[in-house]
T-cell receptor, first 108, second 115 residues
Framework: KNEVEQSPQNLTAQEGEFITINCSYS?????LHWLQQHPGGGIVSLFM???GKKKHGRLIATINIQEKHSSLHITASHPRDSAVYIC??????????FGAGTILRVKS | ETGVTQSPTHLIKTRGQQVTLRCSSQ?????VSWYQQALGQGPQFIFQ???????GRGNFPPRFSGLQFPNYSSELNVNALELDDSALYLC??????????????FGPGTRLTVL
């Protein structure tokens, strides 16, 4: 079992829909990251969380430390949101452990 | 634009060859991490350098080595290339000490193909 599991693996949505991507982890963490990766490889850090909730524009990230679970929400989704969304955790030491990613496609 | 650059963008090598990938971190960032991302998978941690010293390593063999320089640039060297080394190699830099919760800024990656 991977230390970081994401669901769903693939997600197709219509423009305007509310989207949720989930991340569960099995280790103690000091921080959890949500990252966005576009075709071609470039990765952008969206959020870094250690507790609670953060919001940036149409993106909201939440984390429940007790349940070892985080969600990334996208409100009013748009085709430009199409990308791979990756959850990564920092657990003791200095490395990030990544989930396999969720491929999101938003159709117009 | 994160300010982290990598070169080359793409590279094709043959089995047994050696390769050097380069990363230029944001000015002032003391920590650089290297990741390998196979097609369809999440990145895997290779190693991290802090102030020119290796400061943690993932499950990669010794033929993966690195260097970090005082001018915020770094290198990933892979010897005796194998077909399974074909992947996107990403570097990421941050200001803080290894293990901190600083945001990492990723470069665009180098796509290595081993034939």
């Amino acid at each position: 079992k991977n230390e970081v599991e994401q669901s769903p693996q693939n997600l197709t949505a219509q423009e305007g829909e509310f989207i949720t991507i989930n991340c569960s982890y099995s280790v103690g963490i000091s921080a959890l990251h949500w990252l966005q990766q576009h075709p071609g490889g470039g990765i952008v850090s969206l959020f870094m969380l250690s507790s609670g909730k953060k919001k940036h524009g149409r993106l909201i990230a939440t984390i429940n430390i007790q349940e070892k679970h985080s969600s990334l929400h996208i409100t009013a989704s748009h085709p430009r949101d199409s990308a791979v969304y990756i959850c990564a955790v920092r657990s003791g030491g200095n490395k990030l452990v990544f989930g396999a990613g969720t491929i999101l496609r938003v159709k117009s | 634009e994160t300010g982290v650059t990598q070169s080359p963008t793409h590279l094709i090598k043959t089995r047994g060859q050696q390769v050097t990938l380069r990363c230029s971190s944001q000015s002032g960032h003391n920590t650089v991490s290297w990741y390998q991302q196979a097609l369809g998978q999440g990145p895997q941690f290779i190693f991290q350098y802090y102030r020119e010293e290796e400061n943690g390593r993932g499950n990669f063999p010794p033929r993966f080595s690195g260097l970090q320089f005082p001018n915020y640039s770094s290198e990933l060297n892979v010897n005796a290339l194998e077909l399974d080394d074909s992947a996107l190699y990403l570097c990421a830099s941050s200001w803080g000490l290894a293990g901190s919760t600083d945001t990492q800024y990723f470069g665009p990656g180098t796509r290595l193909t081993v034939l």
